[in-house]
């Protein structure tokens, strides 16, 4: 059974930085990464890492954001800095095993200005 559990969320003020994490479990994944979801929006691509390194951000994060992956322990990270209010959303992790495109509970980030 696959599963994706997220951590590191919380409240912070515009400037600070977050480090969001992301264990996996019951798979091997190709891709890991971290998408958010205002309330009344879709569900949008934050930043992904695949299994050999190659990244790809979202141009509104480019430059504050980084993501980072621990494929030996299968989990991925995110770390977030210069936070903007327009940053708050709720981070799910994202994992891809070559079959189908699982999910985390996901964590609330609000970034108070």
């Known amino acids: 059974q696959v599963q994706l559990v997220e951590s590191g969320g919380g409240l912070v003020q515009a400037g600070d930085s977050l480090r969001l994490s992301c264990a996996a479990s019951g798979s091997i994944f190709s891709i890991m990464g971290w998408y958010r979801q205002v309330p009344g929006n879709e569900r949008e691509l934050v930043a992904i890492?695949?299994?050999?390194?190659?990244?790809n951000y979202a141009d509104s994060v480019k430059g504050r954001f980084t993501v980072s992956a621990d494929n030996v322990n299968k989990m991925v990270f995110l770390q977030m800095n210069s936070l903007k209010p327009e940053d708050t959303a709720v981070y799910y992790c994202?994992?891809?095993?070559?079959?189908?495109?699982?999910w985390g509970q996901g964590t609330q980030v609000t970034v108070s200005s």
């Open positions: 994202y994992a891809f095993n070559s079959i189908r495109a699982y």
């Open positions: 890492i695949t299994s050999t390194g190659y990244t």
